[in-house]
């Protein structure tokens, strides 16, 4: 069973940087392209950054120049670098396959103005 938990949330000050990350088990996480979203309360998941199998990147508009996606093979893990967080950026963060599979728990990340 492939499974995706994200974990690297937190608070952080406006400016901060976090790092988020997407363990996957159950397959190799090179074999598949991998979306990072986002939600907050009221508001449509909408997706950030996505890396594909081939490890093209992209993102959306906001978040350019300062979030980088990436991905480690040797441990299975997709990162979520994000710089000069904006209070805009508070938001319960989520993985998850280009193909969607089953909705982790997410996780928090809080920045404070």
């Known amino acids: 069973q492939v499974q995706l938990v994200e974990s690297g949330g937190g608070l952080v000050q406006a400016g901060g940087s976090l790092r988020l990350s997407c363990a996957v088990s159950g397959t190799d996480v090179s074999s598949f392209g991998v979306v990072w979203y986002r939600q907050t309360p009221g508001k449509t998941r909408e997706w950030v950054a996505l890396?594909?199998?081939?490890?093209?990147?992209n993102y959306i508009d906001s978040v350019k120049g300062r979030f980088t996606i990436s991905r480690d093979n040797a441990e299975n893990t997709v990162f979520l670098q994000m710089n000069s967080l904006k209070p805009e950026d508070t938001a319960v963060y989520y993985c998850?396959?280009?193909?969607?599979?089953?909705w982790g728990q997410g996780t928090q990340v809080t920045v404070s103005s």
């Open positions: 998850n396959r280009v193909t969607p599979g089953s």
């Open positions: 890396i594909t199998r081939a490890g093209a990147t």
